[in-house]
């Protein structure tokens, strides 16, 4: 194991930061998961995204949970310096690119809301990556 003071200070800083984006994909899961699961906050939805999650596989909420979850859990892993760190940032990533990558390719989400609906999920897989 290295030397804690002997780690740069931008480590800390990218850790601390990869930490605070990850908490923000777990707190975004548990919105999405609640317009999905409640039927009050459902229907106040505009009609497109309800559209976007009638339509969508329950299955994608098991990826999305993999993908966000296993974030924190990875950059707490960086952050302690461990190695199983960086394979958990992987599992991560694979869970991100087929979750967005479905969601581009085999629904047709972008034809209801717009191509700047493709800007938020090209930009979360760049930060995984």
Avoid at 6 to 35: D, K
Avoid at 100 to 115: C, D, R
Wanted: net charge negative.
């Amino acid at each position: 194991m290295t030397d804690s003071l002997s780690v740069p200070t931008s480590f800390w800083v990218i850790s601390i930061l990869a930490h605070l984006w990850n908490a923000m994909g777990c707190f975004q899961w548990f919105v999405e998961y609640g317009y999905y699961a409640n039927p009050a906050s459902h229907e106040a939805l505009p009609e497109a995204m309800r559209e976007r999650y009638d339509s969508q596989a329950s299955w994608i909420y098991i990826i999305f949970a993999v993908a966000v979850l296993g974030g924190p859990r990875a950059s707490i892993g960086l952050l302690l310096e461990k190695a199983w760190g960086d394979q958990v940032f992987l599992i991560s990533l694979i869970a991100v690119i087929i979750l967005h990558g479905y969601s581009m390719v085999a629904t047709n989400y972008i034809e209801k809301l717009g191509i700047s609906s493709v800007i938020m999920p090209i930009i979360v897989i760049l930060i995984a990556a």
